[in-house]
């Protein structure tokens, strides 16, 4: 039966008032202030300008420490104008991103479940009042049939799943929706696809429906403060919405902490202010977390603005330049040295190829509708669900895994990390330590093996298969001082296991 919009409108108005908790607001502040200054921000930006090249020098070489990097130190950086100071800071960020995190890159599908939105940003093409977007919210069984395609004929293991802010996709919702993706098992050429961590990027929410998260199985929650620059913030996000409410968007993450998610992550929208403030926003929001957590953010994503359908974007005044939008990167590569850097199909391939050795994870074969994996992969020909914004990058996993692995990386199809227990605290002790990179080489090799064996062309293969031999060559030469000779027999055992069929074999 149809429901009639004004009543939607009303039972949407009824909801949002029982979301919003003003206590897990304020027991976050300091002082009744939130973690972001802007006046200490916008002058540290204005009086680190021009530094001078030995003082950025040595802001590099502290960065090796693998610590999160001061506010001053931060703004000297983003305030760097030369070329070859910007060429200094860049072969430290491939060099950083190394020694954490190895020549490995994870890859991920988003998974959209609902475009119903009651917010209304600016941006985003999913916002309440655009009627050139049609809505919808997928059913369990529609789900499920787009975790077969992404888990059984493209080869997923990890998924981040997208819900706009609406009673239809609330918490229960986002629970069940997680089970169903977690049941599918799907046959695949030599043993079986499956989605093994599932990511999520939804609204903020109060701490007792993150708790249910927990339960169910999260990897990482995932929000965007998108500008953390007040003024803006309210430009975008209309008071009376509830995205309109920037300390509750801003907190959301610390929620997530004391409901037991400690992999959490963070991200700014770029384009929407100056992306000096943002990668400024993005460390004190690191600060904050550790400060009160002991653990920073799991990842950081810099999602930069796309069009968007029926999106008017002439009031956009901070859209980011090419050469910009990579030395930010580089510069959080410094700043946040043991988090994760997500980038994403939003970019076109030359891009995502010139600061993927900055980075540890991106998307691949993504679609960013409801819906649009089936559609997609189905005999008829109706597109239906528009996207959220234009992609750059459109190929196959199998074509991106290849040009990973012809530039020299692994691709780790690992999600062994929450599964064992190793998040938060224990993860960040490892990162920081420069532990963490020999430890997950082991899986990356067993888990690309894996995929290899069951989803990878033959030219792919190829490649992939040269990239392992590389890797077992490396491995072997550090045993027995970073790998006992016990853990290496056990290691290749499992590799030879993986190619005669068995699966999800991890240390
Ligand atoms: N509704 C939730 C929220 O807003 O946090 C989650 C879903 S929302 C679709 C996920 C992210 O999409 C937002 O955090 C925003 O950064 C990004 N986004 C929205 N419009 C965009 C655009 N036009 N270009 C690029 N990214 C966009
Ligand atoms: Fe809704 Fe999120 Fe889009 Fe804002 S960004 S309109 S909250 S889906």
């Keep these: 039966m149809q429901v009639s919009t004004a009543i939607q409108v009303k039972s949407a108005a009824k909801w949002q008032k029982t979301l919003i908790k003003q206590d897990e607001i304020e027991r976050y502040l300091e002082n009744g202030e939130d973690f972001i200054d802007e006046g200490a921000i916008s002058s540290a930006i204005e009086k680190n300008r021009g530094a001078s090249p030995e003082r950025i020098r040595d802001i590099i070489q502290k960065a090796y420490d693998i610590e999160l990097m001061d506010l001053a130190d931060v703004a000297a950086l983003?305030?760097?104008?030369?070329?070859?100071?910007?060429?200094?800071v860049f072969a430290a960020a491939r060099e950083i991103k190394t020694k954490v995190y190895d020549n490995r890159v994870v890859t991920f599908a988003p998974l959209y479940c609902g475009s119903k939105c009651v917010n209304q940003c600016k941006y985003c093409g999913f916002r309440r009042n655009n009627n050139a977007m049609q809505r919808r919210v997928l059913s369990m069984e529609e789900i499920e049939e787009e975790t077969r395609i992404l888990a059984g004929k493209i080869g997923h293991k990890r998924l981040v799943v997208v819900y706009g802010e609406h009673p239809e996709t609330d918490v229960e919702y986002i629970v069940e929706s997680m089970r169903h993706i977690y049941s599918v098992k799907e046959k695949a050429r030599k043993g079986f696809g499956e989605i093994r961590r599932v990511n999520i990027n939804a609204a903020p929410l109060p701490i007792e429906d993150l708790c249910k998260l927990k339960d169910a199985g999260i990897g990482t929650f995932q929000i965007f403060q998108e500008t953390?620059?007040?003024?803006?913030?309210?430009?975008?996000?209309?008071?009376?919405?509830?995205?309109?409410?920037?300390?509750?968007?801003?907190?959301?993450?610390?929620?997530?902490?004391?409901?037991?998610?400690?992999d959490v992550a963070v991200g700014a929208l770029f384009g929407l202010f100056?992306?000096?403030?943002?990668?400024?926003?993005?460390?004190?929001?690191?600060?904050?977390?550790?400060?009160?957590?002991?653990?920073?953010?799991?990842?950081?994503?810099?999602?930069?603005?796309?069009?968007?359908?029926?999106?008017?974007?002439?009031?956009?005044?901070h859209w980011v330049h090419d050469d910009d939008f990579r030395y930010l990167i580089a510069v959080i590569r410094l700043a946040i040295p043991y988090s994760g850097l997500i980038v994403t199909n939003r970019e076109k391939p030359e891009m995502l190829r010139s600061v993927i050795k900055m980075c540890t994870q991106r998307d691949a074969d993504s679609r960013v509708g409801i819906g649009a994996y089936t559609d997609a992969y189905s005999a008829t020909d109706q597109k239906t669900y528009k996207q959220q914004f234009i992609l750059g990058d459109t190929r196959s996993l199998d074509e991106i895994v290849r040009e990973l692995a012809e530039m020299g990386h692994i691709i780790s199809f690992c999600t062994a990390g929450y599964r064992c227990g190793r998040t938060g605290k224990?993860?960040?002790?490892?990162?920081?330590?420069?532990?963490?990179?020999?430890?997950?080489?082991?899986?990356?090799?067993?888990?690309?093996?894996?995929?290899?064996?069951?989803?990878?062309?033959?030219?792919?293969?190829?490649?992939?298969?040269?990239?392992?031999?590389?890797?077992?060559?490396?491995?072997?030469?550090?045993?027995p001082t970073d790998y006992s000779q016990v853990l290496f027999k056990h290691f290749e055992d499992a590799r030879e296991r993986i190619i005669q069929g068995e699966r999800d074999l991890y240390f």
Aim: hydrophobic share 35%.
């Design 78 to 88: 983003v305030g760097v104008t030369d070329p070859a100071i910007k060429q200094e």
């Design 426 to 479: 224990k993860i960040m002790d490892l990162l920081t330590s420069g532990k963490e990179g020999s430890f997950c080489k082991l899986n990356a090799v067993l888990t690309f093996q894996e995929w290899l064996e069951d989803f990878g062309s033959p030219e792919t293969r190829k490649i992939g298969d040269s990239i392992i031999e590389k890797e077992m060559k490396e491995i072997r030469a550090r045993v």
């Design 228 to 262: 953390y620059h007040k003024p803006t913030y309210r430009a975008v996000h209309p008071a009376g919405t509830l995205k309109g409410n920037y300390r509750w968007r801003l907190y959301a993450l610390h929620r997530a902490m004391d409901a037991g998610i400690d």
């Design 274 to 317: 100056d992306w000096r403030f943002e990668v400024m926003g993005l460390v004190e929001h690191a600060r904050s977390l550790e400060k009160q957590y002991g653990i920073g953010p799991h990842t950081v994503s810099v999602p930069r603005l796309e069009p968007a359908v029926g999106t008017d974007f002439s009031w956009v005044r």
